[in-house]
């Protein structure tokens, strides 16, 4: 089969995969992106709750989790935030800010794929679709020999923007780290990210009653700590604050949860019990924390108890608890609900300006495959649009 010679070939119709093409093919470049699955983007489509999170308007390198941790800023100082609201404000997208600077879409996000696709074909980009890839050879020239199930394409640049492992039901494989490992890269171990924990059989069992229960906490562990609210499921802990901690945790390890933030609980408990001896403790603590919770979490016997029945003491041990609920999680859901994979192709072996390979001549790792994970809230959006960008400025 005669081979079709291009000029930059990009495998993953992703967030990244979709920037390169429309940079690249803004500079005159002929583009060919491809994609085993049938639909481009996908994970735009699915991100945000249908809404997309498409950046934020607080970025900086401490939203990022690599072994490389100063390799990212490059990348996110030449393609900014702000770079890309304007992209979406020049489309007449509506979007909104919520918590934490995170920005969303009014409608859907489908309205930032539109966008990006509107660019592709602006731009001349070809994207073929069901196209899965079969082998990648390099020739002696530096060019990239691509075999796939609907022909076979020489490409001087070839940029892997296949992203992790995470949801694999919508097409997540190890395709890229086996890419990287092909041409002599190293891969750092990968896990699962911003993911739910599961909990031991005690533990779940004490609080699978309370599922859909919210509360805004502080979650911590050795590493970090972020305020947002925890959900309460019928498998084990969720919800932003557990989301974010996801990404630091260590198999074995406890987080410490307070679920009372902005309460001196034993402060208020030794003013009550002056004020009002009689009142039950869940009486006291059900302004503050809904009563399933608190039961579970204390026993019923405990919180129907009268305030004039505890000794300082135990309003101090009490305290520890509200204020230092430590609880030691079983695992994580895995890749399965995981919106994104920590670990990936080593940041040292690609130039933090260009993406390209300190390995092999001509091969671009952008977005998601790299060892560059962000913080729930728009982080690997931005993550996406600028290695993208940059992959793109020279592919």
Request: hydrophobic share 40%; with cysteine.
């Amino acid at each position: 089969m005669t081979a079709k010679s291009i000029d930059v070939l990009i495998i993953g119709a992703s967030a990244s995969g979709l920037m390169c093409a429309i940079e690249a093919g803004k500079r005159g470049r002929k583009v060919l992106l491809l994609d085993h699955a049938n639909k481009a983007g996908k994970k735009i489509l699915m991100s945000g709750g249908g809404r997309c999170n498409f950046t934020n308007y607080d970025i900086s390198a401490e939203q990022f989790i690599s072994h490389n941790p100063h390799f990212c800023k490059s990348a996110l100082s030449r393609y900014t935030q702000w770079d890309f609201i304007a992209l979406v404000n020049e489309y007449n997208i509506p979007f909104h800010e919520r918590d934490h600077g995170q920005l969303f879409c009014d409608d859907s996000a489908k309205d930032i794929l539109t966008m990006l696709l509107s660019e592709c074909a602006h731009a001349g980009v070809e994207i073929q679709l069901n196209c899965p890839i079969q082998q990648i050879e390099k020739q002696p020239n530096t060019a990239y020999t691509v075999e796939t199930a609907k022909g076979v394409y020489t490409a001087e640049s070839l940029v892997i923007a296949t992203g992790g492992l995470s949801i694999p039901k919508m097409g997540a494989s190890g395709f890229g780290y086996n890419i990287a490992k092909q041409f002599g890269h190293s891969v750092w171990p990968t896990s699962a990210g911003l993911v739910p924990f599961t909990l031991h059989e005690t533990d779940k069992a004490r609080l699978a009653e309370l599922s859909g229960i919210a509360i805004d906490c502080i979650v911590s562990n050795a590493r970090n700590s972020f305020r947002e609210n925890m959900l309460l499921t019928h498998r084990g802990l969720s919800g932003p604050a557990i989301l974010q901690i996801s990404s630091y945790w260590q198999a074995g390890e406890s987080v410490v949860i307070n679920v009372l933030p902005d309460l001196a609980i034993e402060t208020l408990l030794k003013e009550k019990q002056r004020e009002q001896p009689k009142t039950h403790l869940k009486t006291i603590l059900a302004e503050h924390l809904p009563k399933r919770f608190i039961v579970a979490l204390l026993g019923e016997e405990l919180v129907n108890k009268p305030l004039q029945s505890f000794s300082h003491e135990r309003f101090n041990a009490l305290a520890k608890q509200l204020h230092e609920w430590q609880i030691k999680p079983n695992s994580t859901e895995g890749y399965r609900t995981a919106e994104v994979t920590l670990g990936g192709v080593n940041c040292d072996e690609l130039s933090s300006q260009t993406m390209e390979s300190t390995k092999s001549a001509g091969l671009y790792f952008i977005g998601e495959v790299v060892d560059v994970t962000g913080w729930l809230g728009g982080y690997n959006f931005q993550w996406a649009w600028s290695s993208g960008w940059c992959a793109g400025q020279v592919v």
